[in-house]
């Protein structure tokens, strides 16, 4: 189930760890910035009553922006990120949600729907850029 615009908690918090930096500093900027920034949005999806899921958005008419995805361990695999970004997709009438991604998430995105390419990236490792589009 999607619950929009959720409350930050320790547990989203952690969801959205998961996808971010090992980086301890460049984490708590992060996550400072997930519940301070006005343009940052929280939304989860609950299974069996439970929060498994988490990302941040930003969203700027009917385009929005992936920030940080994140699943609880035990629930990897079962389809809620998917769940989550098509549902926030139809619910804000969104016609393009787009993210940017490394190796370790591109199939992911690949696999729910989105176009992916390759992308310039100033790190050393492969970029990409993700798009979902609406069907008109």
């Keep these: 189930m999607l619950r929009l615009h959720a409350t930050p908690t320790p547990d989203t918090d952690a969801l959205l760890t998961r996808a971010m930096s090992p980086d301890p500093a460049r984490i708590q900027a992060a996550l400072h910035r997930a519940r301070t920034d006005p343009d940052w949005q929280l939304h989860t999806w609950e299974a069996g009553g439970k929060v498994v899921c988490a990302a941040t958005l930003t969203v700027h008419g009917a385009h929005g922006t992936v920030r940080y995805i994140g699943t609880h361990p035990t629930h990897t695999g079962q389809g809620h990120a998917r769940a989550l970004l098509h549902a926030l997709m139809n619910t804000l009438h969104l016609h393009t949600l787009t993210a ?18 390759e992308i310039p990236s100033p790190w050393d490792r492969r970029r990409y850029r993700c798009t979902l589009t609406r069907e008109a």
């Design 100 to 117: 940017e991604t490394d190796d370790d998430a591109a199939d992911f995105y690949r696999r729910s729907g989105f176009h992916v390419q």
